[in-house]
T-cell receptor, first 113, second 117 residues
């Protein structure tokens, strides 16, 4: 069965600092991986996804993630964060045969001035 | 990009009443839509999978008679919370699955905040 582990529930950083949000997955089938961002009281917005091909995936808002099959990881990175990046970030993996996603518990990124 | 809408965005109701939440794919057809539930400060949990023209598939522990799902068309799925109780208060998010060529992407609605008094 597929599962996702986000190791950090909260990550506080200062503005313009780099950040890495960690995600590890477990899957017995072909893996599709996603990162979503959720701003307060809003739905999810897709940041980036890995389906196949290049293991380094670039997304919106300057985020990128690297698929590492040997380490079963898909960590999200940004070289310089802004106050506006403060949000909850969810890593997800493809789930059942219906195509649903299985989400990690989320990482709350707090960017401080 | 593909857009998914939900209506209403926020609803407050009395205990015992029923609430209907609509999920629409605005610019694409979705044979499959998913309904998730998110408790405060927690992740999204899949409630059910809604397929156009057939019965929804519910996850273990989700009462199908309480959470009625109807996928009447390729662009609309509805979730009705029947006889709502305070413990049903939550953030309900739908997503629509878009298949195009070799890509398979889910697009999420903005969510519906349900508060049951």
């Amino acid at each position: 069965a597929q599962s996702v582990t986000q190791l950090d529930s909260q990550v506080p950083v200062f503005e313009e600092a780099p950040v890495e949000l960690r995600c590890n997955y477990s899957s017995s089938v072909s893996v599709y991986l996603f990162w979503y961002v959720q701003y307060p009281n809003q739905g999810l917005q897709l940041l980036l996804k890995y389906l196949s091909g290049s293991t380094l995936v670039k997304g919106i808002n300057g985020f990128e993630a690297e698929f590492n099959k040997s380490q079963t990881s898909f960590h999200l990175r940004k070289p310089s964060v802004h106050i506006s990046d403060t949000a909850e970030y969810f890593c997800a993996v493809n789930g059942g045969s219906q195509g649903n996603l299985i989400f990690g518990k989320g990482t709350k990124l707090s960017v401080k001035p | 990009g593909a857009v998914v809408s939900q209506h209403p965005s926020r609803v407050i109701c009395k205990s015992g009443t029923s609430v209907k939440i609509e999920c629409r794919s605005l610019d694409f057809q979705a044979t499959t839509m998913f309904w998730y539930r998110q408790f405060p400060k927690q992740s999204l949990m899949l409630m059910a999978t809604s397929n156009e023209g057939s019965k929804a598939t519910y996850e273990q522990g989700v009462e199908k008679d309480k959470f009625l799902i109807n996928h009447a068309s390729l662009t609309l799925s509805t979730l009705t919370v029947t006889s709502a109780h305070p413990e049903d208060s939550s953030f309900y998010i739908c997503s629509a699955r878009a298949l195009a060529g070799n890509t398979d992407t889910q697009y999420f609605g903005p969510g519906t905040r349900l508060t049951v008094l």
